[in-house]
């Protein structure tokens, strides 16, 4: 989701959406970083876009627990850029 900070910075935030739950909602952000993070300048364009987005995490469904955190990639111009979290 792309919104802005109190100061007028542009922002890429990350959600979460426990489908474990019997009734889900949304809750976060849990990660929040600016469009500067991600700037690239091909030919001289500023490509701050995601183009993609991979997440992966453990499920209660899964039968044997293998501590597994949460992870995301994220497809930025022709950058890819990853995230774990630390379960802190």
């Known amino acids: 989701m792309e919104s802005k900070e109190e100061d ?3 922002v890429f935030e990350i ?3 426990d489908l474990d739950d019997f009734s889900p909602v949304i809750k976060g952000p849990i990660l929040s970083y600016s469009w500067d993070k991600v700037r690239s300048w091909r030919s001289g364009k500023h490509d ?3 183009l993609a987005f991979h997440a992966r995490g453990s499920s209660a469904k899964e039968k044997i627990n293998l501590n597994e955190i ?3 990639y994220m497809m930025h111009g022709g950058n890819l850029y990853s995230w774990a979290d630390n379960g802190t």
């Open 15 to 17: 959600y979460t959406l």
């Open 8 to 10: 007028g910075t542009d």
């Open 70 to 72: 949460l992870i995301m």
């Open 48 to 50: 701050s876009q995601m």
